[in-house]
């Protein structure tokens, strides 16, 4: 599992699906923009909400839980190489885009 930066996860974006598995509670605080928003409390039964055709970056706040979470989709048979090291910190202290 590979953690990738920030602007690395947006470069990969035109053909990999960013996955933010945050609570509902802290996606109050702001989503990125265009990622598919899955609580990892909801991941297994949300599972058919991930398309299996392209790779997945896993993002979580600070980047700490979503290697668990991408180990879980990959044993799913979803293709989760990669983690957005530092999660949605990371992103906001790189003054990438927060909706």
């Known amino acids: 599992m590979s953690g990738i930066t920030v602007t690395e996860a ?3 974006r035109p053909q990999d ?4 598995v945050r609570e509902d509670v802290e996606d109050a605080d702001g989503m990125i923009p265009g990622a598919l928003h899955i609580p990892m409390g909801q991941l297994t039964s949300r599972l058919p909400d991930i398309d299996r055709t392209r ?5 979580w706040s600070s980047g700490n839980r979503s290697a ?3 180990d879980a989709l ?6 989760a190489e990669d983690t957005m090291a530092g999660g949605m910190l990371s992103l906001e202290r790189a003054g990438l885009p927060v909706r």
């Open 55 to 59: 790779p997945v970056i896993v993002a």
């Open 10 to 12: 947006e470069q990969c």
């Open 68 to 70: 668990r979470v991408a």
């Open 74 to 79: 990959t044993g799913a048979g979803c293709t």
């Open 17 to 20: 699906q960013l996955l933010d």
